[in-house]
């Protein structure tokens, strides 16, 4: 038993070693300097850092918006993937459909900021609805790809064994599919988390460093104090966006966890 | 609990962590090293200066980058490892190093014993209070320049503008030639992208102070925004003309023309080209302020690394810096040449009196600053009341702002609002 503990011990080290070297360090170095007055040599600073931020009304603003945009995007994306995979039958032209709908993830930014563009007076006026409308047009593609495949992969017996009772496609959808979907709905909340954080580019693009106060989020902050070197300000701001994002991912898990235990 | 094999694995973590976080340690805190400073290589006023001081202190290592992107992108890496080079150097017209970020980060040392040396007969004190972000002299001064503006005298005698203030002038002189579809009633050579808060910075309400607080109200605004609106009008209106540059058509096509470039040396130059090409008598005017007073910019300025382990030697290399002799007597603008104002009383005089003693060669005439101009230029630096550095983002934002009231598609109401919010958040991060 110690003999086969220790192969999987030595099987897992290389990367629990890529694991501290390129994260856990890295975060371990963010945390630190959070609490120093300089950055590069340490001087203690106690919470001075985080009591700044937290006095920092862009910091709050940026805070706010991100996690209040990224909770209603992602719902409106995941509600809008579950929906169109609903809606389209299983067939293989479905699967080239969608897989053509994936590719809008891979457009560049550019040309997307170029589309909204054509748009008048969009960008100006609606901000918030000009990223929904990003975010949903890049990523409901390979969203829905993902939960078509995974409905395919479910035994066919089910849903002849559930049509044979009666139930309809709505009906098992509600009562059986979606629960069997809602550990890819975990993962897709959590890709959909990363893809979230990528509307930087386009709201660079579109706005600059300095976007209006709708859609002025996290990245912008950070974008902005790294370029004025201002590194205690970027660790304890990244440090409190780490833990509120791991908080998110947690609760996500576990209620997940629990939804799927019940059903 | 925690059973004994995770608390070995924590440690071994941990001591990892700590190991690796170790590892740009770098220098023991009582070794000085080296001294180092790094420079690009189109500011001239670095390359000469440096290059002489390096040659009386062979120790010093100089790192010589092509822009000064380049520069800031590795700055950025080292300073976020503690390290970096032992004075930092900046051009305001081109680094794009916001002073006043920079010094609320902690990256530079404070240098107030160190100035607290310098005497007011010896450098230009008003130029000097500029280095000071919140109170603290972070920064120190190395070069200077005062946008001004150039007429002919028997212009000026005729329409009577001989006492009054440019700002005042340019609406009228706009105004005189509205109906003249050949002639451009004014012009301003920005030399700088934020043409509408270089305007605030010369009508003395520059829009944030040394402190980091917004100072423009609205009303002010407007009356810098209105006139940068004219200014540029005229600008693209000369752009569609023969001419494409101030150089080429001055004097026989505007009227009245603003620049930022070398004052020392172009006083000079308009003197001599009026002369020549028209007969006339150039008349430079200062950019004064409804109260009379002038604001220089300060282009070149340095800092010590708040990183540096050899402080002494890094002000000492900022002063020799400061103390450079240059000139100003050349024919054209070419790389090498400092075009900017000294910070040192002596080398500014010494840069007076060649311009009196040399004579130019332009326009295939040889002429020296004339007397008049002489003492004009001798008497300036008192006329300069204040000084800042302009910050490339603030006129980033200001400029990215007002930008729809200068090609109209905006009202200058929603573009300062616009302004105001985008400022306090700037303001605040």
């Known amino acids: ?5 220790r192969k999987q011990l030595a099987f897992l080290l290389p990367s629990l070693l890529g694991l501290t070297a390129f994260f856990l360090v890295p975060l371990f ?19 001075d850092n985080y009591l700044a ?5 862009a910091f709050r603003l940026a805070y706010g918006n991100t996690f209040v945009l990224m909770a ?19 067939s293989k032209g479905t699967m080239a459909f969608l897989a053509v709908m994936s590719a809008a993830m891979f457009l560049p930014s550019v040309l997307v900021v170029r589309f909204v563009g054509i748009l008048p007076g969009a960008a100006e006026n609606s901000p918030r609805l000009v990223f929904l409308f990003i975010f949903l047009w890049k ?13 395919n992969r479910m035994d066919p017996a089910w849903r002849e064994a559930a049509m044979i009772d009666g139930a309809g496609k709505g009906a098992f959808f509600r009562h059986v599919e979606f629960f069997y979907l809602l550990p890819y709905l975990k993962f897709l909340f959590i890709f959909d988390t990363t893809c979230f954080f990528k509307l930087f580019r386009e709201s660079y693009l579109l706005y600059g460093l300095y976007p209006p106060d709708g859609v002025y989020m996290i990245q912008n902050f950070f974008f902005n104090n790294f370029e004025n070197a201002n590194y205690q300000r970027l660790s304890s701001g990244g440090t409190i966006a780490v833990v509120t994002l791991f908080a998110v991912n947690l609760l996500v898990y576990k209620v997940g966890e629990k939804r799927e235990i019940a059903q | 609990m925690l059973n004994g094999r995770t608390k070995a694995a924590g440690a071994f973590l941990l001591s990892g962590m700590l190991a690796l976080t170790a590892c740009n340690a770098g220098a023991k805190p009582d070794e000085k090293g080296p001294l180092t400073v790094y420079r690009v290589e189109s500011d001239a006023l670095y390359m000469s200066a440096l290059d002489t001081y390096q040659k009386e202190n062979p120790d010093l290592e100089i790192k010589t980058f092509p822009t000064y992107q380049e520069m800031k992108d590795q700055l950025n890496t080292e300073l976020m490892s503690g390290k970096g080079p032992d004075v930092l150097l900046y051009n305001s017209l081109y680094s794009e190093s916001d002073p006043l970020k920079l010094a609320d980060s902690g990256a530079f040392l404070s240098l107030d ?3 607290k040396g310098l005497s007011d007969d010896e450098y230009f004190g008003t130029i000097l209070e500029a280095g000071k972000i919140g109170g603290t002299q972070y920064l120190l001064p190395l070069s200077w320049n005062v946008p001004l503006a150039y007429t002919s005298q028997s212009l000026a005698k005729e329409q009577n503008y001989l006492d009054q203030i440019v700002f005042d002038i340019l609406p009228a002189e706009a105004k005189r030639l509205e109906s003249d579809s050949e002639a451009s009633p004014c012009s301003i050579q920005f030399g700088r992208t934020d043409g509408i808060n270089f305007v605030a910075e010369m009508a003395g309400t520059p829009v944030i102070n040394h402190n980091g607080e917004i100072t423009i109200d609205q009303e002010s605004f407007r009356h810098v925004a209105e006139l940068t609106k004219l200014l540029v009008e005229s600008n693209s209106k000369i752009n569609a003309q023969k001419y494409g540059n101030d150089f080429a058509s001055v004097g026989s096509h505007y009227s009245f023309f603003l620049e930022n470039y070398s004052f020392m040396h172009n006083l000079r130059f308009y003197q001599v080209v009026f002369h020549t090409a028209f007969n006339e008598d150039v008349m430079m005017y200062p950019i004064q302020q409804p109260d009379g007073g002038v604001t220089a910019q300060v282009i070149n300025y340095g800092a010590v690394n708040a990183n540096s382990r050899n402080p ?7 002063k020799a810096i400061a103390d450079a002799p240059c000139t100003m007597d050349y024919g054209k603008y070419e790389k090498n040449n400092i075009y900017y104002t000294p910070i040192n009383v002596s080398a500014y005089e010494e840069c007076v009196k060649e311009l009196f003693l040399q004579r130019a060669k332009i326009k295939n005439t040889r002429e020296a600053l004339n007397e008049e101009n002489s003492e004009i230029l001798r008497a300036f630096p008192e006329k300069v009341t204040s000084a800042l550095i302009p910050n490339p983002s603030v006129g980033a934002l200001v400029q990215d702002c007002m930008d729809p009231y200068l090609t109209g598609d905006k009202d200058f109401e929603s573009c300062y609002q616009e302004l105001m919010s985008k400022l306090a958040l700037y303001l605040d991060e």
């Not at chain 1, 931020?53 to 009304?57: T, V």
């Not at chain 1, 209603?72 to 299983?90: F, K, M, P, T, W």
């Not at chain 2, 002494?312 to 900022?318: I, K, R, S, Y």
């Open chain 1, 1 to 5: 038993m110690k003999n086969i503990q």
């Open chain 1, 29 to 47: 170095y963010c945390f630190v300097f959070s609490a120093s007055r300089t950055f590069g040599r340490f001087r203690f600073a106690g919470a």
């Open chain 1, 53 to 57: 931020l937290m006095g920092s009304k």
């Open chain 1, 72 to 90: 209603g995007y992602i719902a409106a994306l995941l509600i809008l993937s579950l929906l169109v995979s609903y809606v389209l039958e299983n």
């Open chain 1, 139 to 151: 990523h409901v593609g390979i969203n829905a790809l993902i939960l078509r495949s995974a409905s």
């Open chain 2, 113 to 115: 014993e160190y100035v």
């Open chain 2, 312 to 318: 002494d030697g890094a002000w000492n290399l900022l």
